[in-house]
């Protein structure tokens, strides 16, 4: 089973995922360990990374996700995986480019989707410290943002509750889908 974290930045990947991979004992995989240098430094100047500087890191991440399924072993995955033609990207690889219409799925592979109000995690993101993403990046994290619908084996998850809660309703939802 490979589960997929996703969502803007600060809707809480890293903290739910890294409760959840301790808890299961899955390998966790922290997406923003794939970024390049420039990615990096364009977050930290507050500019919005876009489609070009997206692609060779999502390659990446489908790369682990292909050799994690292949292993067929439990693996979480942190990629905020905004928009639908790169949870597409996660999937295929290249192949799925251009992104097809109809969004589809792999067996075994979940999108768990943490959404909250943008105040909320503005407040999160501004009482964070010692992270390169600043809170101002936030509109244009939701502006990027196309939520995942239910063909694309994803389930949404209120982060409006603690980080266990967040963690338990993930498995909660995995748990009817295994
Ligand atoms: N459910 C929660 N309840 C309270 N605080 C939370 C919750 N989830 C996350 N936080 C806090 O919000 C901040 C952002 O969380 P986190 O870094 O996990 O988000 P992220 O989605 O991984 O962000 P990024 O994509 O920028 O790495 C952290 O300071 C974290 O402690
Ligand atoms: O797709 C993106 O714009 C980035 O992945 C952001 O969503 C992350 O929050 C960033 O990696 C900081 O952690």
Sequence with gaps: MILIIMGVSGSGKTCVGTYLSEKLGWTLYEGDDYHSKESIDKMARGEPLTDQDRIPWLLQLHGI???EITSKANAIVLCSALKRAYRQMLLF?????????SPTAVDGVWFAFLHGPFKLIQERLEAREGHYMSAAL???QFDTL???VD???AFSVDVQRSIPEVASDIESALSVRL
Excluded: A, F, K, V
């Design 93 to 101: 690889g290249r192949t799925c480019l251009p992104s097809s219409d």
């Design 146 to 148: 196309e939520p995942p």
């Design 65 to 67: 996700i292909q050799r």
């Design 138 to 140: 936030l509109q244009s």
């Design 151 to 153: 063909t694309e084996n």
